[in-house]
């Protein structure tokens, strides 16, 4: 079965260039969610979209922003990165009505800023 | 707000011991829980879920039971084996409205020795 696909898997920045995430749903799969994991530490939710609309907001920095477009891949974009940006970025979908609104997680990308 | 304590590991474990991951819950309304498993360097797997008080979910061999009475999702398994070594995270899903986002506690690594 067709998973969440992210891309890149590993990205290396410096400190204060900017970076795009990219997260491809499921097929059919209509709400996009962004988590951000920290060294050792557990996912914090970032945004969500549903059909192209932003849904939720939680702690994402103003330097951070997101959409959904009409193919409902999704991409963040993170600019002015600082050291404390380097994380495991996970994006996730699912289906709002189905399955409980089960979130399913792509491998997540790996951003190191140096 | 919403929150989830997990209990704190590391826990070490030998094969065929049995497992208890404590995890408790402040949420408003009926959340829906969710045990997710993260094995070293990959994404989020969802292990089991359960949508309402007294539902148990499994998988694996792995089960959690919603109490609503005691705000809890106990993750137990009667065997553990050498490849369940992970870090498991329990984490809800608000039921309120659109907030569809996931809650995470801080994640317990397990680890089993042959």
């Known amino acids: 079965a067709a998973g969440v696909i992210q891309s890149p898997r590993h990205l290396i920045k410096e400190k204060r260039e900017t970076a795009t995430l990219k997260c491809y749903p499921i097929p059919r799969h209509d709400t996009v969610y962004w988590y951000q994991q920290g060294p050792g530490q557990d996912p914090q939710f970032l945004i969500s979209f549903y059909e192209k609309m932003q849904s939720d907001k939680g702690s994402i920095p103003d330097r951070f922003s997101a959409q959904q477009f009409s193919d409902y891949h999704s991409e963040l974009n993170m600019s002015s990165l600082e050291l404390g940006d380097s994380a495991l970025y996970f994006c996730a979908s699912s289906l709002v009505g189905v399955h409980s609104y089960e979130q399913y997680f792509g491998p997540g990308t790996r951003l190191t800023v140096t | 707000g919403d929150s989830v304590t997990q209990m704190e590991g590391p826990v070490t474990l030998s094969e065929e011991a049995f497992l208890t991951i404590n995890c408790t819950y402040t949420?408003?309304?009926?959340?829906?829980l969710f045990w997710y498993v993260q094995y070293p360097g990959e994404g989020l797997q969802l292990l089991l879920k359960?949508?309402?008080?007294?539902d148990k979910g499994s998988n694996k061999g792995f089960e959690a039971t919603y109490r609503k009475e005691t705000t809890s999702f106990h993750l137990e398994k009667g065997s553990v084996q050498v490849s369940d070594s992970a870090v498991y995270f329990c984490?809800?899903?608000?039921?309120?409205?659109?907030?569809?986002?996931?809650?995470f506690g801080k994640g317990t690594l397990l680890t089993v020795n042959p």
């Open positions: 359960a949508t309402k008080a007294d």
């Open positions: 984490a809800l899903r608000g039921s309120g409205g659109s907030n569809y986002k996931l809650t």
């Open positions: 949420a408003t309304g009926y959340p829906s």
